[in-house]
């Protein structure tokens, strides 16, 4: 099993990488349109992901049940799609989501902003001042998402096994590049431990979902954390016979061993809807 994430600037030639490596390595390209659709098979309205999909929220959204329905769902997408191998990631999320899985190779493509600018004049038919507007814009949407959401700097190098430039390498050559360091790194022990941590990882979000989305259960910021079937949930409520309940829903999963609750209860909390 191996899995690569890919995370670009725009006008990086990021998706034109994505597609050349996965033509290199005979791999799934799981993109934008494919994790769209797996969410909306999971009961995510297109508003919402239109809403929150790379970008910071604005305030009165970053409010709303919306958004935490969202980062649930989009979980739950890329650790269903990471949990079935040989596949990458272009964009949404993927390096943050699955940076704690072991051997997963993450990449990040940049290029020179007067290489950016000349590929979005091409792109968009703008000038110059639109040009740097639209690229602006996405550099900001773009931290905003992955800053909001995983408290993690998007550009930041120390978040990738690999950084290129796409101003001085072709796609082509970058898959290249990316296929020897894949080549290189492998390793059967991180492979193996990756397929047990995102089988960990999907049932935790089996057990939110469970819990909050079939259940109803009024857990407020409610996770679940997951090591060989073995589920400690987190959150808060309001009263101890809704941690039960929560402790009950998660229970039925037949892939949970075990359930223990670390889930405070502040009788005064209302939990928001």
Known sequence: MAIITISRELAALGDETAHELADLLKYRLVDKKCLEERMKNLGVTERKIEKYDERKPS??????????????????????????????????????ILRDVPGV????????????????????????????????????????????????????PENYHLCLNT??????????????????????????????????????????QRILYEKNIPI???EAQVQSGE?????????QPLVEAAVLGARELPAVHSVKAEIQVVQEYSVVP
């Open 59 to 96: 305030f009165w959204a970053s409010l709303s049940q919306d958004r935490d329905d969202y980062l649930h769902y989009l979980r739950t997408a890329v650790f269903s799609e990471a949990g079935q191998g040989n596949c990458i990631f272009a964009g949404r999320g993927g390096a943050a």
């Open 105 to 156: 190779l993450s990449i990040f493509l940049s290029a020179p902003m007067e290489i950016r600018l000349e590929r979005v004049k091409s792109y968009f038919h703008c000038d110059d001042r639109r040009a740097r507007q639209i690229i602006d814009q996405s550099d900001r949407d773009r931290q905003g998402f992955y800053q909001y959401f995983f408290e993690t700097n998007w550009k930041g």
């Open 167 to 208: 101003g001085k390498l072709h796609p082509e050559y970058c898959a290249g590049l990316i296929k020897s360091m894949l080549e290189k790194t492998a390793a059967g022990e991180a492979e193996a431990a990756g397929v047990l941590r995102l089988k960990d990882l999907l049932l935790g979000q089996q057990v939110v």
């Open 220 to 222: 407020h910021f409610l």
């Open 231 to 239: 589920v400690t949930l987190f959150g808060v409520t309001n009263s």
